[in-house]
């Protein structure tokens, strides 16, 4: 394993984590903590690849006959919630919290992996290779975040990302799948009778998604769940307009993939209304529960459970785990905050179920 120790890891990814939040980092806009990121790398002597504003580093002892694990985590962050009474890019320490925006999602999981990587950096007979990628762009699902790295890497046999799960391993996460719906009528003048208005036929579309239940239920994630988020039609008082549009968002168990969702949902809806995808590739995740990964962890004590919130698992084709300090909850809220402790253990834990899992 590597000379240095976890406890000084821990002290310098706490330091880099205090660094990273006084440094703005939209999605798209992550070249700033994408150098402090390169800085870590170097004073570590640990070599570096970037492309646009992702790092991504390989093991010293990379072997390409050896199957490869992922550790990710993400640098840019959402803008602050208009509630904060804190200055999002002030690092303040207070009553064991590091307040600061991207502090609990999710920087906190990024600095313990970066520990993490680097404590095994310089391991020697591994099992496994292990390369890390800092991403941009998680927040905004973007053209030039994970997904755009991973043409440059080996084939990924298993992943961790790293989220806040309070340390509690995700072995499922649901897709997700952002519908356009365009329900038609007659326009006309609304002084005169019609009996085919868009936005009465819509009514019965709302009802469709409200109520239609899809056959599969998964056994980590539950039911598939669509939700009406948007309702638009008619700029004129007195013109009947010739077409209701809804917006509805799909959440996607591990027991459909997004094609799958898409085509029956049109199946079902034809003749009723048009319905388009924005995207397809933002699909469900999960890993077998008697991986030796998750084993290694629920040997700790850590429980199983499937995620609602989206990650960049979601572009991820081989099985990934999600796992990091932190409690989703906080994320995207006012005054965002990690406990200080919770990194500490964030990185003894990801060391302690590394050593495990590379140990079989």
Known sequence: MANTSIQKLTQEAIALLKQLIATPSFSSEEQDTALLIEAWFATNAIPFNRENNNIWAFNKHYNEDLPTLLLNSHHDTVKPNQGYTLDPFEPIVKEGKLFGLGSN???????????????????????YNIVMVASAEEESSGPNGLNSVLKHLPNLDCAIVGEPTEMQL?????????LDVIVEGTPGHAAHPNDNVSIYNALG???????????KVSEVLGPMKMTVTGISAGKQHNVIPAECNLVVDVRVNDCYSNTEVLEIIQKELEGKATVKARSLHLNSSSIDKNHPIVQAGIQLGRT?????????????YCQSLKLGPGSSPRSH???EFIYINEIEEGIELYTTILSKFLKQ
């Open 105 to 127: 999602d999710a920087g906190g999981c990024l600095v313990s992996l970066m520990a993490t990587f680097t404590y095994f950096y310089d391991a020697e007979n591994l099992p």
């Open 170 to 178: 995700a072995i499922a996460e649901k897709g997700l799948l952002v």
């Open 205 to 215: 579309i709302v009802e469709w998604f409200r109520d239609y239940r899809f056959e």
């Open 304 to 316: 199983t459970y499937g995620s609602p919130t989206l990650s960049d698992q979601s572009v991820l």
């Open 333 to 335: 809220t006012a005054d």
